[in-house]
């Protein structure tokens, strides 16, 4: 079985879906709260699925609603060995000038990574269930994970934002690569 029939029977939606490249739709908090707690559970309850298929703790795990079928505006990003972040109506606010370029992974894509490129840090703006607007700043890893959640969000997926004549590789190419699967991204 290929890693994204296996995803796909574990509810990801994949790559070529529409509601991959649509905007997710906005919560309207504290009105929708209902809403928003029953679609978070939702993606933890999808990520417990998920983490018992395969093991997320090297990088983390990062999942959209869009990715379970859900076009609205909210993620759990689960970095490795930290609490996990939720994120409703996320917006990036500052990006670090500083960049690096990575390997990711992708549950709507997961038959091929991707060397993408990215801000270091990044501070983002949530809405809390109680629609309050709460400001936060992200780094190395972290900023990475949340800025692909945001990203699917935005309607964008990782091979959107590859560099030019890059293309991704086939799962099976980096699973013997210095960057494999359960090694954590570095950063000095």
């Known amino acids: 079985m290929r890693p994204s029939e296996q995803m796909r029977d ?82 990036i606010t500052e990006t670090s000038q500083a960049t690096d370029e990575r390997y990711e992974g992708c549950l709507s894509l997961f038959d091929v990574r991707a060397l993408v490129p990215r801000p270091l840090q990044i501070t983002v703006e949530t809405t809390t269930l109680e629609g309050t607007t709460v400001t936060t700043a992200y780094e190395h890893g972290t900023a990475r994970l949340v800025a692909h959640e945001i990203d699917h969000l935005d309607g964008v997926l990782l091979l959107d934002r590859m560099r030019p004549g890059v293309r991704p590789i086939p799962v099976e190419q980096y699973r013997t690569s210095s960057e494999a699967t359960g090694r954590p991204w570095t950063y000095e």
């Open 10 to 91: 574990l509810g990801i939606v994949q790559y070529g879906a529409p509601i991959l490249a649509e905007p997710a739709r906005t919560l309207r908090l504290p009105t929708e709260r209902a809403k928003a707690d029953a679609i978070v559970d939702h993606l933890f309850a999808a990520m417990a699925r998920l983490t018992a298929a395969h093991d997320f703790s090297g990088k983390g795990l990062g999942l959209a609603a869009p990715q379970v079928g859900i076009n609205r505006a909210a993620a759990v990003v689960r970095p490795p060995g930290a609490d996990p972040i939720v994120l409703l109506n996320p917006r």
